[in-house]
Structures are given as C-alpha cells and as structure tokens.
C-alpha cells in the first residue's frame, strides 16, 4: 500500500518546528525517524494533512552531567545503544536497545519518536517510567516545560504532549552507586513487539532489595508501573524480593489478550520477568 | 502531487536532482524514478528488510524513509554495492554458498550483512543470525547466508574457515 | 562440499557434472541487484490496478457505485464484476477423478456477493498505483452481512455457502486396506490422539503479480507473470477469455518465491488480464503485503483424530485416521483443494509396515480465503499425525523412538511395495535413513546430554520424524482429471555454431535452481562446461510445452527430458563428427568441449568445428549428410504415480516451562532423493524447506475471527521464521535413484517443510512427556505450550 498524499514541511530548528505545528495544529505530524510514523503511513493507518520533518533540527545529544543523563529527541537507537555515558549512567537504556526491532530500524528511530508515540508495547516509554524520567516538551505558545515520566503516558498512544508541542529531550536520573537496572523482554520474535517486558532498577545493598521501580510493557494501554510488586519487594533479600514482587503482580497488572497469548498468561510471564529482573540484579 | 518538493541528493556516488511528492518513499523513488530496481518491496512496512539499503553510510529500510528525507544525503543501492571492488568478496561468497535461491531478499540481505562486517571481527553465528534478522528470507533458512556472512568475515580477519 | 563418490550416479563419466556442487550462475546476477521481477517492468501507458476488496466475509452486495472513484485524479476506469462478461467465463474447481468434488463458478471479481474477506469486488485502473489507491475510498459499497462459517465441523451443518451446491461438503473420500477392526481387537495397545495444523500461507516475499497486454492490432494476448507454470496458465487465458491459443504468451520474469502459492487461478490476476483484453492498455498489478495475506492461497487447515493399534513387540497392527480440513468457500481452479486432504489419505502411515488402515476425509467450504497447494501439499499433516502417533505408541510399549521406528518401517530392499493406503512405492531406504539420521545426530551422546541437562533442571527435546516425499508426479495426479496440467516436461538442446549449448526448457526458474541443473545435466552429456550452455525457461513462445515447476519435479522430470535431449544431440553430433572423421561414432565421446576418441581420449575435434561445419560448411560434409543439431526430447513417467523420495529428521530444542518458549538447537535432515544433480541446491532447497515446516510448527497462522476477519494480515502480525530463532541443519543424503529414468532423480524440494513440523513436535513433547504433557496443536505457541503444563498439573506456578 501506498501512504495517502500530505504536505511537507521541513523545519530548520526547534523553534521553526513548534511555529509550524502551531499553525497546523491537529492536521499535522512530526516526523523524526519516522520508523512508526511511515508504517503507518503506508499502510493508510494514518493520513495526516502534513508532516513536519524535524530530522535537520540537531537535537540528537547524549550528554551526562550533574547527575543527569539528557537524550534529546533525535537521539536514535543505535546512538543510544553505542554510547559509553548511556550504558554508565542508565545501563537499562544500553539493555534495551537490542530488543528494539533490528539494526536498520535502530538506525533511524529515534527516542523522542518513540516517547512522543508512546507504544505500550515499546521498550523506551517503559524505561523512561521505571527511572522517572523528565519530558522535556516545547511549544511557541508556552516554551518548554517537563513531565516526569508518570505523568507523561495517558493511555494507548496518547501522552501529556499537546498537539502543539514536541519533545526536545528525555532526562534520566544517572544510576545511583548501588542501584541495579535491568530490562528483559519475552518476544515471539526476537526484535518483535514485547509479549511482555519489564524496565526495572533497584538498590540492592547488603543483599536486600529496596526502591524497586518495576515498569511493565506490553501489558496495557500504556506502560505500568508495578506499585504493590515494589511495595512487597521493600527491604526483602533477592531471593524473596523477587517471589513477593511476582506474586503481587496480580494487584498491579490486568493486561488485555491477542489472539495468541491471553491476558492471564501476559501476567503469568509477566511474574516470571518480574522475578528473573530481581535475580538478574544480584547476579 | 500536493506539492512537488525538490530534492538534490546522490545515488551511488552519481547527483539526482529530482522534484518528487512528498509521499514517495525512498524505494519506490530508486525504483520509478532511477530505474534503480535492485532494492524491492517485500512489505512497505518496515519488516520484511528485502528494501534496505544505505543512506549517509547507515543501512535503513529503504520503504521507512521518504525521499524529501533523503535530500542532501548519500544513497547507495545494490547497484553501488554491486559495483565496488570492497564487497566482490561478499557477494562471492553468497553466490558460492548458495545463500541466496530467488534473490528477491538478496539486495537487502547483502547491505545488512556488509553492515555487520564492516564493524570487524568475527562475529559468532549468533551474532549474524542477530543481525540479519530484520531481514527475512524465506528461501534458504539462512543457515547458508550465516555460512556466508561468516566465511567473508573470517577471510578479512585471516582467521582459518570454520 | 562435493558428495562422496559413493553417491554418484552411473551416468556418470570422467568429465560429469552430474553430482557435482556447484553454484548458480543465475545467483551472481541477483546478487549484484540484476533481479528482473515482475514488478520491475513498466511498459508505456501502463495502467495499475488495486482492487477494492470484500470487508465482510460473507455479505450481500446491496449496492455497488464507482462513478465518484471512476472521476478521480489518474484514473482510467473502475470495473465492476459485469464489466467484465463480455470478455471472461467464470471458472470451477473441479477434477474429474476425485468422485463428488464440487465447486460454484469462480469470477474474476464478486457477483452480488462476497464469500470471504479480501475477496476482490471492484477494480481501479489508474496512472499509478498511488493514484488507484487514492480512489478506493471513492467507491460506494453498501453491504448486508451473512451468516458466517469459519469452523469447518459446524459448516458442515450448517446452510450452504453456495445453495446449488446442496451442502457444504465440498469432497469427502475414504480409504480402507485389511481388516480395520480385526486388528485393533487383537492389538496390546491402542493409542490415539487429536492433530491441528493450522491455517498458514506461503508468504513469497515478492507478491504476486501480473502484467497483461493486449494488442488490438495482432489480436495477441502477452502475460508477465510470476508463475511457476506459464503453459498451463497459458491455457487458462485461452480457455476463460475465448482465445485461440495461439493469440497468447505467457511469459515469466524472475520470481521472487513460489512455493505453490504462485500456481493458482487468483481473482485479481484474472481481473487484469480481462481489464487488459478490454482496455487494450497493459494492466498491471502487484499485491501489496495485506492482499497477499488476504488473497494468496492458504493451506494446512486440518483437523485430526487418528489412532494406531500396536502389538506387544511394538509392531503396528493398524491406523485409523479421520481428518476434517476447512478450504474456504471454493475448491481453487484449476488444481482443486480436494488434493491437499487427498494426500493425507494417501500418504499417511507410508513408510510403515501394518496389516490394516482407514482413513476418512471431509473437506469442508468455509469464508476463509480459499486453500490450496502449498509446498509439502498434504505431507506435514501426514507425517505429523503418523509420527505423533508413533512416539505414542513407543512410549505405550516402552520402547525408545528410534527402535520403535526400527521395528516399523518398512524394510529396504523389499520394494515394490505398497502404502497402507494402497499408493504404490517404487523403491525407498527408510531403515537406512532412519540409522543415518541417528548416526548424524549422535542419537545415544544426545540422550545423554539430555538427562545431564535434566539434572541440572534444563529440559532438552528429542524429536525424530521418517517421512516420504511425493516427487515426479505422473498424469495421474491431475491430467487425468482433466486439468490443463502437464504431467511431462520438454527440453530444446541446441548445439551452438561456437561450440556452446542453448537449452530450452518447460521447466520454470523460482530459485531453486532449475536453470542450474539443466545446465549440468547438458554438459554432462555433451561434455561441456556448464558456464558455455545458456538456459532458456518461462516462455510459453520459445521453450517447448510442460508443466513448470510444482510437486518437485523440476529435476525428475525436467532433467530427465533435458538429459534425453542431450544425449540425443550428442548422438547427432557424434554422428556428423564421425561421418566428417570417417569414425565409427560409437567410437567418439564428448569431453572438454570435443569430441574425441573415446578409448584413447584423443581429441578429434572441437564442437565450434562440429557447429561451424553443421551450419556454415554444409558444402564440406559428405553427400546425404543433414546435420540436426537441436534436439527436443519430452519425458514423463508412466510407470509409477509418483516417484517417491523418502528421509527422516531430527530435532533438538529446549523448552522453558516457566514461559511456554521453545528454542531450537538444532536441525538434521537425511533425505533419499535418488541421483543429486548438484547436491549444493539440493541442501539448501532442503534446509530452506526445512525452515517453512517449522515456521508451521512453532509461529504461523491465519488468524480469523467468529466473524472470518483476518486479525494478522501484516508481515509484524504473522510471524514467519527470522534468522536468529531458527537453528543450523545438517543434511546428510542416501541415493536410490528411480529407475523410471535414465538420471534415477527424484525431488527434494518439499522434503523439508513435509516433515520439520513433526520433528519438531516430537521433540517438544520430548521434553514436555517429563512434566506429563503433550501438544499436538501448532503452531507450538507460549500459551498452547503452558497450557499443555497446566492440563498435566505439572508447572510451578
């Protein structure tokens, strides 16, 4: 199938890219890597009017200082895969990457393409909610201002970002001495579509878990972070944090079915992530 | 058209200069605008890898990218792959491997594997299965392309073949 | 890489190609991006066309309206159903010799009705693709929904699809050998159980396509098609546009995979081909991923409940096997659907020895897409059942798998022999094959490491499957039913006046290597390197009348034609040799490109100076000397309907019981395929085959709602086998050539897909048998794989 025609429109900078979609409004999309975007496209899932294309704008830093990771929105997933300060700073990120679909969509997607989508199903929404991170959005009509993470994914492809604004970057708390991250995923395919997935990090010290920040994928209209599986976890030894986390699975997560794989069995993989995730930090 | 954007870019190493609708995806702009009919459709929507090919040095799929995107940027098809002494051994060693059948998957298959052996060293079996799986054959059951992929990788580091 | 020498057939002579691996000059071509594909052509005013397709699986067209899409930018014209009357007959997929099969007409687009999603209802005929797109929205339908059958068991209860057809029953045929119930009565046990293959397509990574062209002025039909059989589509064109068949040729490009699907008569392609006769413009049209997945055929929708009664030694008394396939609402022309359940009777139980055997198909119109012949037709539903049930029935008389198969398979050397079913089988090694396999595998270090490995709490799977293979396909299999499907195969060698060798063949290239193996077979005979003989395929005009390339026949019949050619013209030249050297032309041989004394190996001459005499010098040769130098040769067997191969493989996975996940270790393959022209094709059609069955095992499936809508239709949805989850296979190959032909060939090209899938079941309930479970629905999901634990009661929760 062919995409539908639309407009085009390439902006020069940030700002020229928030003046356009404040003109354009609702008719219009970003395109930035447009890994998700010219799928839909092409397969008449979406036709919007015009496509604002922010890929010449910069905005593809990593940086870490002041105890902060910052990926701004052009960041692609192969940078993020190949950077040294990410995996330090926020070794989930450099976990994640390989999960994400192949190296020649890694190429192209970027990571404010794919907050902005905000895919329940996809790796870097739940990372950025396992480490609350900071949404960093921009509009010509009220400049930039942050959303942390939790308040950021409002439901199946709907996020806090206004039609009027984009995503200049996402900030990660660096990881803290102690802490523990992991993301593990269970796919058909590996690079396809998490069945289930699990972002997690924790403060493992004198072998006991503590501040478990479980966010699952995959199992809801948006990524879901595990409250009553850190609550049960708190304080415990690995052994134990990770069977009380998966057994109080039940109270966090309700994921819905496909045609393969039913909403009991996501959540019964769903334990069997959320234990191996604690095991994996001890090992 | 809803407006004809122009675009100045090189193919090959050759300048194109071209006005295009902005919804023509970059495959569909080799293949109808420059005849260049070595990259194929096997999906147009992102999975199946047989139009990957490389812009500004990265491999992408060729139907995830639009032609306006590809302004200013660097194009290489099979047709250029085809045509550079660097990867006659590649494509040796597939064609001697047999680890291609209908060849539709080829083009796409060969700038994927090129990708990982660009970056060196002997990648283990694994690995290539890894790397290549964006890329589907449904042909030879890849276990030929990984023989492939891995005897050109041991030849360039010397290692002795597997 | 070269095959031991064992294994080299006797054709063979010091300067053989036959048996030798080599690779395909065509693969240098694709590999440098020179691919001609269908949709790599584009001939001036070039309509292209897109089809507005059924919603609905089943629903009455109230009202149909294209005049808003027929006004919008770059379109030509939209054709509905009645524009095309005047132009093409409507079709029906029926075979003479199997008694009771029925079908309704077939248009090239829906009439008043749609009976199934995905069934094309109107078509756009534009200045582009994106231009006929653009203008699908802008037709009006208006549809009244029906009732909707997507189980074939209630089906068969229910109203027909089709009412003049009486019933939904499309094909229904049982087979009974010895005294069924005799046997199960004296039998120490009886073992049984269900089977589901599911519903799965061929997935060609290049979509079908056509290109027609009619020609007003010479009244000629021309076809570009990605076919694997031009003549017999060929004859389809004649026969549903009222041409003389001499006003069409088919010709066909490079094809980006087969498999069968590409061999059917599609609605869209008939479509166009009519709208092209109509228009008198070219049309062409090539499916987009979502029409294929609605569109191309499917396959494999069986249900099984099968039995088996072994005595107390173990030995197979009896089978008992009821199946129940669902084909969509028409038996597809001009192959039928009947044949895929037909080869579950006929084949299943194959390769054993037992006294009796029934088994009883239903074939069942449902509003799924129509099924029909896809790569392995039949044989993986077969050999899953029969192997399923013999890991049963070992495990109900404690004997390990292998031993079990030993006592079981019918023994070699004592052939002809006869299926259960009552097939006649020519000559097969299974006992071999089996110890082969076994030998391959390390079969006792595997077991081995499998208790090991469950020591140490990993769950390793040991899966073996024997099988037999339908190749070489005489005309009983269709012909005889009044298909327009040749059974046999022609072949054109031609000596060039330069020295080198055309051949034209009926065969079709689809990768796997036809053009290939044509090649060395003529220069085997002609004593030639293969790189100096050019092959001609695909081209209803200038190769001569065949069936293509189906039912891995290519080599055993397509080869065998080409090898009688070849020799032929090596007598004619060996025979203007010797009438211009005053030789006895028994005593030349051709070698190197020469021809040459035969005992002393002396050149005599070379073929340039053979072709350049033949041709130019006629004024040089003795009186009353014509030279022929072509010769075309036709073959097809009579003796035997089909030609056998047979095999076995094996499979080790390791299974998570936590997570349902299966991941393969590894693959073996032995296969009998008789004489391997080139061994290196053969191995990698087998591995790729190979790969097909286990996509069928463990990822794919048509998935439908109640309502018979496709829930999978993008390549992200269906999953078909990736690089990294799929494992290495080991071929390893036993010769017992046919003797129906000179080569002794037979084919290898679904050996694979026939018997992956119960390699890998078996394996899988391997490994499951510790937890008490057992699965025989693919494909092999997470969830179907947990479920399994949990009815055993055996999972940690």
């Known amino acids: 199938m062919k995409a539908a025609a639309f407009r085009y429109a390439r902006a020069t900078s940030a700002a020229h890219a928030q003046a356009l979609l404040a003109e354009h409004g609702e008719d219009a999309r970003l395109l930035a890597g447009g890994q998700s975007l010219l799928a839909a496209l092409n397969l008449r899932l979406s036709e919007p009017a015009i496509l604002i294309d922010i890929g010449r704008i910069g905005h593809a830093a990593i940086e870490a200082r002041d105890g902060r990771l910052r990926l701004s929105a052009l960041a692609t997933h192969a940078a993020i895969g190949r950077s040294a300060a990410v995996a330090e700073a926020a070794p989930m990120l450099a976990q994640a990457v390989p999960h994400i679909a192949h190296p020649a969509i890694r190429n192209r997607g970027t990571i404010g393409g794919s907050l902005a989508l905000g895919d329940p199903a996809a790796e870097w929404p739940a990372c950025a909610l396992a480490l609350n991170a900071e949404i960093v959005l921009a509009s010509a009509a009220r400049g930039e201002r942050r959303v942390s993470a939790e308040d950021f994914f409002l439901g199946l492809y709907s996020t806090a970002c206004a039609a009027d604004e984009m995503v200049l970057a996402a900030e990660f708390p660096a990881t803290a001495p102690n802490e523990r991250q992991v993301c593990l995923e269970l796919a058909r395919r590996r690079g396809d579509y998490a069945l289930v997935g699990v972002a997690a990090s924790a403060k493992l010290e004198g072998g006991r878990i503590s501040g478990l920040r479980a966010a699952f994928f995959g199992v809801g209209a948006t990524p879901v972070l595990a409250r009553e599986a850190s609550r049960a976890a708190e304080g415990a030894t690995v052994a134990e944090a990770a069977r009380a986390a998966a057994d109080a699975l039940g109270r966090d997560l309700d994921p819905p079915g496909d045609p393969t794989t039913d909403g009991a069995t996501r959540l019964r993989l769903a334990r069997v992530l959320m234990r191996r995730a604690v095991e994996a930090m001890a090992a | ?162 | 890489m070269s095959p031991p020498d064992a294994l080299l057939h006797a054709v063979d002579r010091p300067n053989s190609w036959i048996g030798r691996a080599r690779p395909r000059e065509q693969a240098k071509r694709h590999a440098a991006g020179g691919g001609r594909f269908l949709d790599d052509l584009e001939p001036p005013r070039c309509l292209h066309a897109a089809f507005l397709r059924s919603p609905h699986a089943h629903a009455r067209l109230l009202a149909l309206d294209v005049t808003a899409a027929a006004s919008q930018p770059g379109v030509f014209r939209v054709l509905v159903g009645a524009d095309l009357d005047p132009v093409m007959t409507p079709w029906v997929g029926v075979l003479a010799h199997f008694k009771g099969l029925k079908s309704a007409p077939q248009y090239p687009l829906a009439r008043g009705r749609a009976v199934f999603q995905g069934e094309p209802v109107a078509m756009v005929l534009a200045a582009s693709r994106r231009a006929a797109e653009d203008a699908l929205p802008h037709i009006h339908a208006e549809w009244e929904p029906l009732p909707v059958l997507t189980d074939p068991e209630e089906s068969l209860a229910a109203p027909p699809i089709h009412a003049e057809l009486g019933d939904n029953l499309a094909f229904t045929r049982t087979a009974e050998t010895g005294d069924l119930q005799a046997a199960f009565a004296r039998a120490h046990a009886v073992v049984e159980s269900g089977f589901e293959t599911a519903r799965h397509t061929g997935v060609t990574l290049e979509p079908r396509g056509v290109l027609a062209h009619w020609d007003p002025a010479e009244e000629r039909l021309t076809v570009h098609h990605g076919t694997q059989a031009p003549h017999m589509m060929k004859e389809i064109f004649v026969r549903h546009l009222g041409l003389a068949e001499e006003q069409v040729r088919v010709i066909c490009p490079d094809v980006g995979g087969s498999y069968g699907v590409k061999i059917h008569t599609y609605q869209d392609e008939m479509a166009c081909v009519a709208a092209a006769r109509l228009l008198a413009r070219p049309v062409k049209f090539v499916a987009d991923r979502l029409e294929s997945f609605q569109s191309d055929i499917h396959a494999r929708e069986h249900r099984v409940h099968a039995r088996m009664a072994v005595d107390a030694d173990g030995r197979i008394l009896a089978m008992d096997v009821e199946d129940l396939t669902g084909i969509g609402p028409y038996s597809v022309y001009p192959r039928t659907s009947a044949v895929e359940g037909n080869q579950v009777v006929n084949l299943s139980g194959g390769w054993y020895t037992m006294d009796a055997y029934r088994c009883r198909l239903r074939v069942a119109f449902t509003n799924k897409p129509p099924t029909c012949q896809y790569r392995a037709v039949g044989q993986p539903v077969a050999i899953a059942l029969t192997e399923g049930l013999a890991d049963l029935a070992a495990r109900a008389v404690r004997l390990d798998p292998a031993e079990f198969r030993r006592r079981n398979l019918m023994p070699d050397g004592e052939y002809p022999a006869k299926a259960p079913s009552g097939v006649p089988l020519e000559g097969l090694s299974h006992q071999r094959a089996l110890e082969r396999l076994l030998e391959i595998m390390d079969y006792p270090a595997l077991r081995r490491r499998q208790a090991e490995a469950r020591a140490a709490g990993r769950h390793l799977g040991i899966g073996i499957a024997s099988f037999i293979e339908v190749t070489n396909p005489s005309a009983m299999f269709y012909g005889v039913g009044g298909a327009p499907i040749s059974a046999q195969d022609g072949c054109t060698v031609r000596l060039e006046p330069g020295g080198s060798a055309t051949v034209a063949s009926s065969l079709t290239e689809q990768g796997q290597g036809a053009e290939a193996v044509l090649a060395q077979v003529t220069a085997d005979a002609l004593g030639l390197d293969p790189a100096r003989v050019r092959v001609v395929t695909g081209d209803t005009e200038r190769t001569p009348y065949g069936g293509g390339t189906w039912a891995s026949r290519g080599t055993g019949i397509g080869g065998e034609a080409c090898l009688r050619a070849a020799r032929g013209l090596s007598e004619n030249i060996r025979a203007l040799a010797g009438a211009v050297l005053q030789a006895d032309p028994a005593t030349l041989d051709l070698r190197d490109g020469a021809v040459v004394d035969a005992a002393t190996g002396t050149g005599r001459m070379t073929l340039a100076e053979v072709g350049r005499l033949g041709y130019m010098r006629g004024d040089l040769l003795p009186p009353g000397v014509q030279p022929e130098l072509s010769v075309t040769r036709h073959f097809q067997t009579r003796q035997y309907p089909f030609a056998f191969a047979n095999g076995a493989q094996g499979c080790l996975l390791e299974l998570d019981p936590e997570t349902g996940w299966t991941s393969l270790l590894k693959h073996w393959v032995v296969e009998d395929c008789g004489t391997l022209v080139n061994p290196l094709l053969v191995d990698e059609q087998i591995r790729g085959g190979v790969v097909q069955g286990i996509g069928a095992a463990l990822f794919e499936e048509c998935l439908y709602d109640a309502d018979g809508n496709l829930l999978n239709g993008t390549m992200a949805d269906y999953l078909v086998p990736m690089a990294v989850e799929m494992p290495d296979i080991e071929v390893a190959h036993l010769c017992t050539p046919t003797a129906e032909s000179a080569l002794g060939a037979k084919g290898a090209g679904e050996a694979g897909t026939a018997a992956a899938p119960a390699a890998v079941m078996n394996a899988l309930n391997d490994a499951l048998a510790h937890f008490g479970a057992r699965l025989t629905t693919m494909p092999f999901t997470p969830q179907r794989v947990l479920a399994a634990l949990d009815a055993a009661g055996a999972t940690a929760r």
């Open chain 2, 1 to 162: 058209m809803s407006g004809a954007v122009e675009i100045a870019l090189t193919v090959n190493g050759e300048a194109v200069r071209r006005a295009v609708d902005p919804r023509l995806h970059l495959v569909d702009f080799l293949r109808s605008e420059l005849g260049l009919t070595g990259s194929h459709l096997g999906c147009e929507h992102g999975v199946c890898g047989a139009c990957t090919v490389r812009l500004d040095g990265e491999t992408v799929r060729g139907c995830l990218v639009l032609a306006v995107q590809a302004d200013g940027a660097a194009v290489e098809t099979i047709e250029g792959l085809a045509a550079d002494p660097a990867w006659d051994d590649l494509r040796a060693a597939f064609v001697a491997r047999n680890a291609l059948q209908c060849g539709y998957c080829t083009p796409g298959m060969l700038a994927s594997a090129a990708e990982l052996l660009a970056a060196g060293g002997v990648p283990t079996r694994d690995a290539i299965r890894d790397h290549l799986s964006g890329n589907y054959c449904r042909c030879t059951g890849y276990h030929a392309i990984v023989d492939a992929v891995e005897s050109v990788a041991r030849a360039r580091a010397g290692a002795p073949a597997a």
